[in-house]
């Protein structure tokens, strides 16, 4: 995927793995230097951390105009994330699906189920 942006969009991705203690910790310390621009774009958070990142104002608001096709995503599930409200702040994948690619030449009878 990185070939793809960087060359249809000029983006350049370098994924981070790091566990929530040092990104925190990162996003703590581009706040209290006032950098602009901090080392971190994006980041996958989960409700937990998400409470704690909003609650210590390292989020950035307005994220559903700035993703192009946020439209498409179900409206109710981007009002909360565990129980706390997005305000805008994040874009929840909840309301999490299943779905079952088959063969039909090989497949007479699709579960009905989990």
Do not use: C
């Amino acid at each position: 995927m990185t070939p793809h942006l960087e060359e249809s969009y000029n983006i350049e991705l370098n994924r981070v793995a790091m566990d929530t203690v040092e990104f925190i910790r990162r996003l703590s310390l581009d706040m209290k230097a006032d950098i602009p621009v901090g080392a971190i774009d994006a980041v996958w958070i989960n409700g937990d951390n998400f409470r704690n990142a909003k609650e210590a104002g390292f989020l950035r608001d307005g994220l559903m105009e700035r993703v192009p096709n946020a439209e498409l995503l179900n409206e109710t599930v981007q009002q909360s994330v565990a129980g706390n409200p997005t305000e805008d702040l994040e874009l929840p994948w909840g309301n999490e699906q299943f779905i079952l690619h088959y063969d039909e030449a090989k497949v007479d009878n699709l579960p009905q189920s989990f």
